[in-house]
């Protein structure tokens, strides 16, 4: 989507939040729906603040991200009421005035004060039935966060479904982070530290790391074996060998949520073989995995299908011998080398809501027995956005477990242990179904295809 038609599509998006709103308050009995934007919240006994996490309800209308204090008024038949905080102050930069695309869709009201924002809201709403959603200390004056569980389950059952808008702003979040990819792998390749390699994302990306939808995992060696590694080590591993990267970005509030796993060119040993193999491997199942994002597929199975092609390739390289790849999930093989889900909803947040919710009731369909982190069970449908990232650790705690049990004499230890230094694999795209069957929009592959070195 082009610049030009991001006002367009925007207002079509606001458009169809306030229809989805107007039937959805009539159904919960209310009558009006104020959003609070969310409050800075401060260190125990300190006055340093937090980074500031806005409500996604708030942003699922309006693309402002670091405005505490603000407010959503939507009332059906009426144009959505913004009641924008710009306070007076001088410690800190305020708020610009409103502007750009997307202050034509909105009612806008500038005040000064938070306490001027409940007196207007209230008067507003006077002898409403209000829903307030919000956290419990954005609570303003008379404005106090109900959060109706009806209600928020629908609009989290909805959430799942991006427009056209939404999808082009989570394209800009795609390309933002693979200049941070990009440079990220050649940090590495050049022997810089995690310290090192997360400076060169955040430079290419242009952006601070509060700015980050989510916390870099940048993972040297052996470091890549721990699923969300939370350190940026300054030394560097005394004998290269992998790197693991989970790193997102944002735009317009939403967020691109990317991993790659890469071998060092120097790496040297028997090992590395067999690591390159598996990273050759785990590219072809994971684009394999991708294809299935199709409208009617149930994402359950696509998670099973990645266990069982996991198991597969764990017997092509003879880590595994002696059984199935079937055997080998249902005996909880794969379950070791692939402890956590096959992936999950992105939007305006990185794990997005309602991923277990069959219906705007809040439904939910569990998860299958022995798959205690997969984070959706819902079938996919047109305008779903999703991750793909199928996974391969080496993890001392889950080896060591599985050496004391009788399954071990299905392991070639040897091997594996020497993969140890090596950590692990993942390899993680964002995926948006289409329509009808056809085949998936990959909004990381294409971003990297558009990306200059």
């Not at 001027?116 to 307030?132: C, I, P």
């Not at 940026?232 to 509030?253: K, M, N």
């Not at 949520?257 to 990273?279: K, Q, S, V």
């Not at 299908?305 to 198991?311: K, N, Q, T």
Request: with cysteine; glycine share 8%; hydrophobic share 45%.
């Amino acid at each position: 989507m082009h610049d030009t038609a991001i006002p367009t599509a925007y207002l079509a998006h606001v458009q169809a939040l306030q229809q989805r709103s107007e039937v959805l308050l009539a159904q919960h009995g209310f009558d009006a729906l104020a959003i609070a934007s969310g409050i800075e919240k401060f260190a125990f006994l300190d006055d340093r603040p937090y980074v500031f996490q806005p409500n996604p309800h708030f942003v699922h209308w309006v693309p402002l991200n670091q405005h505490p204090g603000s407010w959503l008024l939507v009332r059906p038949g009426a144009k959505p009421l913004l009641v924008y905080l710009q306070p007076e102050d001088y410690w800190h930069a305020v708020p610009e005035a409103p502007a750009g695309y997307w202050v034509d869709a909105f009612e806008i009201a500038v005040v000064r004060t938070p306490e001027a924002a409940e007196a207007l809201l209230t008067q507003a709403t006077q002898g409403q039935r209000l829903a307030v959603i919000g956290e419990a200390d954005a609570s303003q004056g008379a404005l106090v966060p109900n959060n109706p569980q009806g209600l928020i389950d629908a609009l989290h059952f909805a959430r799942a479904y991006k427009s056209p808008y939404e999808l082009a702003q989570m394209r800009g979040a795609s390309r933002i982070a693979v200049r941070g990819h990009r440079a990220a792998q050649a940090a590495f390749e050049a022997g810089a530290s995690e310290a090192g390699i997360h400076a060169a994302y955040l430079q290419a990306c242009g952006v601070a790391e509060r700015q980050l939808p989510y916390g870099n995992i940048v993972g040297l060696g052996a470091h890549a074996a721990v699923l969300h590694w939370q350190h940026q080590d300054r030394e560097v591993p005394a004998e290269p060998t992998s790197f693991l990267i989970d790193a997102g970005a944002g735009f317009g509030g939403y967020a691109a949520d990317i991993t790659r796993t890469y071998l060092h060119p120097h790496a040297a040993g028997a090992a590395r073989d067999d690591f390159a193999a598996l990273l050759a491997g785990m590219e072809a199942l994971e684009l394999a995995l991708v294809d299935q994002v199709r409208d009617g597929t149930d994402y359950v199975a696509i998670h099973l299908d990645a266990h069982r092609r996991i198991a597969q390739l764990l017997l092509d390289t003879g880590l595994l011998r002696g059984l199935s790849a079937e055997a080998a999930v249902a005996e909880g093989l794969s379950r070791v080398f692939f402890p956590h889900g096959i992936g999950h909803l992105l939007g305006l947040q990185v794990h997005d809501v309602a991923g277990l919710a069959i219906d705007a009731q809040g439904t939910r369909r569990e998860r299958p027995a022995g798959h205690p982190y997969l984070r959706l069970t819902r079938p996919l449908a047109e305008g779903m956005v999703v991750t793909i990232e199928p996974g391969l650790y080496f993890i001392p705690l889950l080896l060591q477990e599985l050496a004391a049990a009788p399954e071990a004499a299905h392991v070639d230890w040897a091997r594996v242990e020497a993969l140890k230094p090596y950590g692990g694999i993942r390899i993680e795209d964002d995926v948006a179904c289409r329509a009808g069957g056809a085949a998936p929009e990959n909004l990381t592959r294409d971003a990297f295809a558009g990306a200059t070195a």
